[in-house]
């Protein structure tokens, strides 16, 4: 039943994403399931007390100098309970971030497609955060079409403030999972006073040189 071609169902064999549906499957759970339950009663403890189901690579569905990246994997981790996902953002040829293992052969695909799959999948399992780890590689003009797509399809869900405001602790302690139910957190660095308007400016003359010859055009500040 893990098996998604159907000719190798038919001939009884698995293929590495077969496989690795077999691997994720809760009937392999490497502990007695009463062990990997999450106790509520005790999630009120700073978000740092606690050990977090994370995903390296999240996209992958094989080999990462050669695989295949799908959106669907960040439906299925999500799904078997994982609360830390990671997304590699890179610039798109058209102007849009895209997710791969950057310099590689993997194939890409659209960053804004994975962030509509996670807002639909966060949580339909689990009511705790999900944060999203982001490896960014974007140029500026593309961080902001990331930051549009993040406020457009998360909404409400989205931490936007610094974590450690006051509006969940006056202590420097970060807030508990509780406190965090159905939030998604963002983990990337933060972008330092060294870029300036003009460093700004030119990337916007280098996109514009980059695609004169084609239909691309840069987006309003306004324009979601």
């Known amino acids: 039943r893990h098996e998604p071609n159907r000719e190798n169902r038919l001939n009884k064999v698995l293929s590495f994403e077969g496989f690795s549906r077999y691997l994720l499957d809760k009937e392999n759970y490497a502990f007695i399931n009463e062990h990997t339950k999450v106790n509520e009663q005790e999630m009120d403890y700073p978000l740092s007390?606690?050990?977090?189901?994370?995903?390296?690579?999240?996209?992958?569905?094989?080999?990462q100098l050669r695989g295949e990246s799908s959106v669907e994997m960040y439906r299925e981790v999500l799904l078997s309970g994982c609360r830390c996902i990671e997304l590699d953002c890179w610039d798109g040829d058209d102007g849009y971030p895209v997710i791969y293992h950057g310099r590689t052969f993997v194939s890409k695909i659209s960053f804004k497609l994975v962030v509509e799959v996670i807002n639909e999948s966060a949580f339909l399992t689990s009511p705790y955060p999900v944060i999203l780890s982001i490896e960014n590689r974007c140029s500026l003009i593309q961080?902001?079409?990331m930051a549009q797509t993040f406020v457009k399809v998360f909404g409400d869900k989205l931490?936007?403030?610094y974590i450690f405001d006051s509006d969940f602790n006056e202590d420097s302690l970060l807030p508990s999972p509780n406190q965090l139910k159905y939030k998604i957190l963002i983990k990337n660095k933060k972008i330092t006073n060294i870029y300036s308007t003009t460093q700004i400016e030119k990337q916007k003359i280098q996109l514009s040189v980059n695609y004169r010859n084609s239909v691309y055009s840069l987006p309003d500040d306004n324009e979601e």
Not at 54 to 63: A, K
């Open 159 to 161: 931490i936007r403030k």
């Open 49 to 63: 007390y606690y050990f977090v189901a994370s995903s390296h690579n999240t996209y992958l569905t094989g080999h």
């Open 143 to 145: 961080q902001r079409h």
